[in-house]
């Protein structure tokens, strides 16, 4: 290796360190298996918990969701609650009306901080 090939923090004397605001963090001493890792982090990525009541014409279910799930989610979990995969079903926030669209997360709509969130169902 030719002296311009060595690293500046070498030249220096100085450790890397991760940028501010940047936590550096080293799994073989975290004392906490890759499984329970992936499983913290996907609890702070799917949010705060959220009960979805799910408005029909003539019936009601609850759905237990977080912020972060999709809107494809709970039409599946409507689904499972008709006992009909193959519904067409469109969703609309009980409370402003607005068109619920799939791709999108709950987080998308403004229902932040709410712990009930009515929604409106109606078949295709």
């Excluded at 311009?4 to 605001?21: Q, T, Y």
């Excluded at 009960?51 to 029909?56: G, N, S, Y």
């Amino acid at each position: 290796m030719e002296d311009d090939d060595v690293p500046l923090n070498e030249v220096l004397g100085a450790k890397p360190k991760a940028p501010e605001g940047v936590s550096a963090f080293n799994l073989g001493k975290s004392g906490r298996s890759g499984a329970e890792m992936f499983e913290e982090e996907n609890a702070a990525i799917a949010g705060e918990d959220l009960t979805v009541v799910l408005q029909f014409t003539d019936k009601e279910f609850s759905a237990q969701m977080k912020m972060g799930h999709t809107v494809e989610l709970l039409k599946h979990k409507a689904r499972e609650m008709l006992d009909d995969m193959s519904a067409k079903l469109e969703m609309r926030l009980a409370e402003t009306d607005q068109v619920m669209i799939d791709p999108l997360s709950l987080n998308d709509y403004p229902i932040a901080g709410q712990k009930v969130v009515k929604v409106k169902v109606s078949f295709l």
